[in-house]
């Protein structure tokens, strides 16, 4: 079965310092993995995508994520933070379960940035 | 593309009425899912349709709760009756298939708040 673990909750840093979301996964097979952010009062939007070709991925808005095998993590950076990026992001892994391929969606991580 | 399009945006009902929240995936994708998403909860993976039909509806609360996707542009998520409990908002999300089946990102519409008075 596949899970994914974010381990903080809430992540708080100033504008201008870097941002670490962290992101552990579980699961059977090669997976998919993907970071989506929520703005206050909208839907979810892809910040970028892992399907097995390079393990280092660039998204939108400067962040990026490594995928790391040995680790099983996939930890979402941003080398400066602005005021914009506050939000809610989700970590999703994509596996085959049961012979059906569903997407299983982390708790979420709430980052604040302070001016 | 105009997205992921759902209707309504915001729904407002008593206790006990029949709720029907719509939505549009965008076209050449072939699975569309259901999300619910509260504070208490975070988001929860209700029904899960590929190619028209459900593949997985585990997180369907209860009977009160069902869906149908009767052609590939259109599905419908129902609650009859309604309950307090079941104020949340709604999102639908559609995605291709990727090569060996894998399920490609997930496109979201911009969700229907529900509330049940």
């Known amino acids: 079965a596949q899970s994914v673990t974010q381990l903080d909750s809430h992540v708080s840093v100033s504008e201008g310092t870097p941002v670490l979301l962290r992101c552990n996964y579980s699961?059977?097979?090669?997976?998919?993995l993907f970071w989506y952010v929520q703005h206050p009062n909208k839907g979810l939007q892809l910040l970028l995508k892992?399907?097995?070709?390079?393990?280092l991925v660039k998204g939108i808005n400067g962040f990026e994520a490594e995928f790391k095998k040995s680790e099983t993590s996939f930890h979402l950076t941003k080398p400066s933070a602005h005021m914009s990026d506050a939000a809610e992001y989700f970590c999703?892994?994509?596996?085959?379960?049961?012979?059906?391929?569903?997407?299983?969606f982390g708790r979420g991580t709430s980052l604040i940035v302070h001016p | 593309d105009a997205g992921v399009i759902q209707s309504p945006r915001h729904e407002v009902t008593e206790m006990g009425q029949e709720v029907t929240l719509r939505c549009k995936p965008i076209s050449g994708h072939n699975s569309l899912f259901w999300y619910r998403q509260t504070m208490m909860r975070g988001l929860e993976l209700l029904i899960y349709f590929n190619n028209n039909v459900p593949i997985d509806d585990s997180g369907m609360p209860e009977d009160r709760f069902s869906a149908k996707m009767p052609n590939a542009s259109f599905s419908t998520l129902k609650i009859q009756p309604s309950e307090p409990r079941d104020s949340a908002v709604y999102f639908c999300a559609s995605s291709s298939r990727l090569a060996g089946g894998l399920v490609n990102e997930q496109f979201f519409g911009p969700g229907t708040r529900l509330t049940v008075l």
């Open positions: 699961s059977s097979y090669s997976p998919s």
């Open positions: 999703v892994v994509s596996d085959r379960y049961g012979g059906s391929y569903i997407p299983t």
């Open positions: 892992y399907t097995s070709a390079a393990t």
